[in-house]
């Protein structure tokens, strides 16, 4: 058992790259769509991942899940290196590390009720008898919010919502410790939203669960997470405490995604690092910093050097040269 405040997942210079093949199927490069990302979650908290689509997201969460199996680096869970399991051991492991889905109805089978969407996981993961699965299937639907008549409804008989719940039931069956969020409430009416925000919130303190939660929301983010990691293709650029990151924000990167947050009445922290252009091709990327050609401060040494993640204050790291140019009154 991890205590609160310790390293649950440490990620080591972790890489996931895809290969690029011409018309032949012969590779002719590599799209690295998670590049040399090292950053921990402790036990307990909820760690924000935010970036442009395309950024690594989504990529990040499912290589630390191991339905990509990982390029290189390290993966460690509560101090076991995970990132070359056999099958068997991965599958033991399925139940610690849990990964949601950004479709919620994709990922229940649309021939089977609820009841046995639910009750699946069980069977392949634990030797509890028929009585015992029902009652722990009960009680985690109660703890959702649903009603045990939803038992015997089909995925498409309920809401995008109440799918939201069935997913995170399915998960919370199994009690595990380290649950992966991908777009949460994506799709989602801004109530419904609330809502399952709220649940999130009230499942972590019921069931002891640390979350990595993946959005591109940042005024959700910004609600819910404890720290935040700021990717843009595949790297980690800034990292540290929501609050910092959202008041004092080092990367020009960070600091061009806080000002797309709609604001009224108030003035712009950031209103000199409005994002142009669009993000370089991920299977051509450009020479030293990968944010160079968008960026407002990239000066000629941006273009050799890669600027490594640096914490310049405590807690809080970013990966630019001059970082302490996109800060206000520096």
């Known amino acids: 058992m991890t205590p609160p405040g310790t390293d649950l997942l440490r990620l080591e210079g ?23 990302v090292s950053l ?7 760690l924000g991942v935010v970036g442009e689509s395309g ?28 990132t070359d399991l056999k099958p068997h051991q991965s599958r033991d492991l399925r139940r610690d590390l849990q990964y949601t889905y950004q479709d ?12 046995k969407s639910l009750d699946e996981p069980l069977v392949i993961h634990t030797g509890l008898g028929a009585a015992a699965r029902r009652e722990r299937v009960s009680d985690i639907l109660s703890a959702v919010g649903l009603p ?3 038992l015997d409804l089909y995925p498409h008989e309920i809401s ?9 039931a399915r998960i919370l069956t199994l009690q595990p410790t380290l649950v992966v969020l991908d777009e949460p409430t994506s799709g989602l009416d801004v109530s419904v939203q609330a809502t399952v925000l709220n649940l999130f919130l009230d499942l972590q303190k019921q069931f002891d669960l640390t979350y990595v939660f993946i959005s591109h929301d940042l005024s959700v983010v910004r609600m819910i997470c404890d720290r ?9 650029v800034e990292l540290g405490a929501t609050e910092r990151i959202f008041g004092a924000p080092r990367h020009p990167y960070t600091r061009s995604l806080l000002s797309a947050i709609p604001q009224i009445g108030k003035q712009r922290i950031t209103e000199s690092f409005w994002l142009e252009g ?53």
């Open 104 to 115: 919620p109805g994709a990922s229940l089978d649309p021939r089977w009720k609820i009841g």
């Open 55 to 82: 950024c690594g997201k989504s990529t990040l969460g499912k290589t630390v899940m191991g339905i990509h199996p990982p390029t290189g680096g390290r993966i460690v869970f509560e101090g076991n290196d995970i």
């Open 40 to 46: 921990t979650v402790e036990k307990g908290e909820i």
């Open 160 to 168: 995008g919502g109440q799918q939201r719940r069935v997913g995170l």
């Open 278 to 330: 669009e993000p370089p091709d991920p299977g051509n990327l450009p020479s030293g910093c990968r944010f160079r050609t968008r960026c407002p401060l990239a000066a000629p040494q941006c273009e050799g050097e890669v600027p490594p993640l640096v914490e310049h204050l405590p807690g809080h790291a970013d990966a630019c040269l001059f970082s302490d140019r996109a800060v206000p009154g520096a």
């Open 228 to 236: 935040v990691a700021v990717m843009y293709l595949g790297k980690v």
């Open 14 to 36: 972790l890489r996931k790259y895809f290969p690029i093949r011409n018309v032949w199927k012969r590779r002719i490069g590599w799209l690295k769509a998670v590049d040399d």
């Open 148 to 150: 045990e008549s939803h």
